[in-house]
């Protein structure tokens, strides 16, 4: 089992920037990948962004550019650096671990950016 706890979201303008953290707990050494997702109500929840064991990371094509995911010097954590925020950005971010086929999702918070 893995538990997972976001923190970093918030309200902020138009072309700011918020920095979101995420802590992993628990059986962490069998950690695949970790990965931040996106979700409006009433849709699925999309990717943003994720990173793999050995550092490697794709993008959602929406975000490229503008936000950057890394890993901390301790293996349990995962940050997204997110720059040139926009108002379409204003979505609840999920953090996800993956171990092996099952996956592990944070309670969600909260961006808002307005215009």
């Known amino acids: 089992q893995v538990q997972l706890v976001e923190s970093g979201g918030g309200l902020v303008q138009a072309g700011g920037s918020l920095r979101l953290s995420c802590v992993a707990s628990?059986?962490?050494?069998?950690?695949?990948?970790m990965g931040w997702y996106r979700q409006a109500p009433g849709d699925q929840r999309v990717l943003v962004a994720r990173?793999?064991?050995?550092?490697?990371?794709n993008y959602a094509d929406s975000v490229k550019g503008r936000f950057t995911i890394s890993k901390g010097n301790a293996k349990n954590t995962v940050y997204l650096q997110m720059n040139s925020l926009k108002p379409e950005d204003t979505l609840v971010y999920y953090c996800r671990a993956r171990v092996g086929v099952n996956l592990y999702w944070g309670q969600g918070t909260q961006v808002t950016v307005s215009s």
């Open positions: 628990g059986s962490i050494f069998g950690i695949d990948d």
């Open positions: 990173i793999t064991n050995d550092g490697s990371t």
